[in-house]
């Protein structure tokens, strides 16, 4: 019963997305009243699919094996939470919480749209209403989570156990926040378009709407990170996986959006260019989509084998991004734009932060996309990796985060005197050299890009301190906003990234041996000893747990339990790392292959630093939200 109301909701969902779309070309010529139609259906598409959601999720916890999508991704001894995150866990699932948070930003939309005028209004809830349109004909005709099985299974195939974790409650929702989150900015974009004008205080409307997409994209590619991390085993933070860069693309770009939207506001300037990389920052998140669900890779992320999913979304693909730039290149040109400016201003510097950004969005997307049109055409396999991205990634984004540290001091009040703001640049400079090499005295082992990491680190704080430290001597400290603050946290956090990237990657230290239990093993400063194996029995798997005794300096300092699952459904084998966290360090260690009676293979790690990474992560998040904060009061600005 309950399975037949989330798929009658769905129905209804669809129809009154259609009317979204409909009401404003119909009723404009018969009534003027038809912004309050509009607002009422943009309104109603939220709960409606909520309700079917919460459908799906109670038709996973009841165990309905009748539903094709729950008895492949789920089994009556999973865990009750698992059975919750499962509801997203596969492809049709993941479309319904993609149609959910579109409906949730369709909703915010229409109630914080009031301020604006009518026609603009309608315009701009309409495209969203178009955008819900298109992924729920894409939910009902291909990907239905309500299809009924011909013949009921006695019992559910099993989540996949890699899925089974709480790394699947938090990844996908927050990282389809900040993914469907520039559907509002790509919405608003187009609307300006077809408006032929971008005034600056739809500048100041926007920005926040991109801010808070960039702070979800940025904590679901963290979290991701942080999954991919302790339950996969190997020990690392980033792959260069086809859908980790389908993730990072868009984040790039609407990093560069808010910077461009920030001059925008201010100057009135670079207004084609904001349109043009609001339509970017979506088109990305909708290639990311194509990619999971078109069967042309093959991922940990893949959602789906089915090629006329894939031609669906790839039609859809050609509609909303080749339509909204054919409109941009029709009328941009309509759209007065000022670009006049100094070579050593702000604008200059965001402008060239701008270019970085999209240049290291485009070699990403080449390094993705190259390997995947090859094989479709038939011809040569080629693998891009690692090597491909450091060689030409990297060169890109080191004079990017370089120019980061300077940008909050372009923001002073003395920005307009060039002949003080090149002083500060050199001395600066020279300062910060002077502390990278005072560094070298606290490192064990060091390298060029050891030593770059810690210049940047240096380089971005001292000019964000030294830049508060102004504010609060020339200035009243109150008077410091939310917004510059923000701005600080978000740099401050991308140079402790840095910091911890650049070390763990040149310094950590990975051993795989064979070690026998009641042996020890050395790694860097701890002594590993393999105490003993034991076997139990989890919800719905056979475990085999080992524990290891670590000493630093003689001193017992903790005990780890990397295990292997055997799932029961599937007879699938899983990896749990036993992990002891630091922030100066993790110790990491996994358990391979049984060799013989009491000889087992394992491999170590020391990562020193690592956790910088998640936390420049979170402070970057935290920065975001701060300017969300200060921008609430212009989500609604006056007419």
């Not at 349109?133 to 239905?144: C, Q, R």
């Not at 925008?264 to 904001?274: G, I, R, S, Y």
């Not at 590993?528 to 798997?541: A, V």
Request: proline content about 4%; charged content about 15%.
């Amino acid at each position: 019963m309950i399975s037949y109301i989330g798929s009658f909701l769905i129905l209804i969902a669809l129809l009154n997305a259609s009317l979204l779309v409909l009401a404003r070309p119909i009723f404009s010529k018969i009534s003027t009243d038809y912004d309050s139609l509009i607002l009422s259906t943009s309104k109603l598409q939220f709960p409606l699919v909520l309700i079917a959601f919460i459908c799906l999720i109670a038709s996973f916890v009841n165990d309905d094996f009748s539903l094709r999508y729950i008895s492949s991704n789920s089994n009556s001894a999973l865990p009750f939470f698992y059975k919750i995150s499962a509801t997203w866990a596969g492809h049709e699932g993941s479309m319904l919480l993609w149609c959910l948070i579109l409906s949730f930003w369709t909703f915010m939309a229409s109630i914080y749209s009031k301020s604006l005028n009518i026609e603009f209004r309608t315009k701009f809830l309409s495209i969203m209403g178009f955008l819900n349109l298109g992924f729920l004909l894409f939910l009902v005709f291909t990907s239905n989570p309500f299809e009924k099985n011909i013949s009921i299974p006695i019992d559910g195939k099993d989540l996949n156990p890699l899925l089974q974790d709480f790394g699947l409650i938090v990844h996908p929702p927050m990282l389809y926040m900040g993914y469907v989150g520039l559907s509002v900015v790509f919405s608003f974009a187009v609307t300006c378009l077809l408006q032929n004008d971008f005034k600056r205080e739809w500048a100041r409307w926007v920005r926040p709407w991109a801010l808070i997409s960039w702070s979800f994209l940025t904590l679901g590619i963290a979290l991701g990170s942080w999954w991919a991390y302790y339950e996969l085993g190997w020990g690392g933070w980033w792959f260069w996986d086809p859908v980790e860069n389908a993730s990072f693309m868009p984040w790039l770009v609407t990093t560069a959006l808010i910077h461009s939207l920030i001059t925008c506001e201010q100057k009135a300037m670079f207004k084609n260019w904001t349109i043009l990389l609001s339509i970017i920052a979506f088109s990305l998140s909708l290639l990311g989509t194509f990619l999971v669900r078109s069967g042309i890779l093959i991922s940990v992320h893949s959602f789906a084998n089915d090629p006329a999913r894939g031609a669906f979304i790839l039609l859809f693909l050609t509609i909303i991004v080749g339509g909204s730039l054919l409109i941009y290149f029709k009328n941009a040109p309509k759209i007065q734009d000022n670009i006049s400016f100094d070579f050593f201003s702000r604008e200059s510097f965001f402008l060239i932060n701008n270019i970085l950004l999209v240049t290291a969005t485009f070699t990403i997307l080449l390094g993705t996309i190259y390997p995947l049109l090859l094989d479709l055409l038939g011809l040569e396999k080629i693998s891009v990796g690692v090597p491909y991205y450091n060689a030409v990634f990297l060169p890109i984004m080191t004079p990017l985060v370089l120019l980061a540290g300077y940008i909050p001091i372009m923001f002073s009040s003395k920005s307009k005197n060039k002949k003080y703001m090149i002083s500060h640049l050199l001395l600066s400079f020279l300062i910060v050299i002077l502390f990278t090499l005072f560094s070298i005295y606290f490192l064990d082992n060091y390298n060029i890009s050891i030593l770059l990491g810690i210049f940047i680190f240096i380089w971005i704080s001292f000019n964000i301190i030294y830049d508060l430290i102004m504010k609060i001597y020339f200035s009243n400290i109150k008077k410091i906003s939310f917004s510059n603050i923000g701005m600080m946290f978000a740099h401050l956090g991308l140079a402790v990234f840095i910091l911890g990237a650049t070390i763990v990657e040149n310094n950590k230290v990975e051993k795989e041996v064979v070690i026998k239990i009641g042996d020890t093993i050395q790694v860097k400063d701890y002594t590993f000893e393999f105490k003993n194996i034991s076997e139990y029995e989890g919800p719905n798997y056979q475990g085999i747990m080992a524990k290891f005794l670590v000493y630093e300096n003689n001193n017992l300092l903790t005990e780890l339990y990397p295990e292997k699952r055997i799932y029961a459904s599937n007879n699938m084998p899983m990896t749990e790392a036993g992990i002891d966290p630091g922030l100066s360090r993790d110790l990491y260690i996994t358990l391979g292959t049984l060799i013989n009676d009491d000889v087992w293979s394992v491999r170590i790690y020391h990562k020193p630093l690592i956790r910088l990474i998640w936390l420049g992560a979170l402070m970057m998040v935290f920065g975001g939200i701060l300017s969300v904060l200060y921008k609430r009061k212009n989500l609604a600005f006056s007419r």
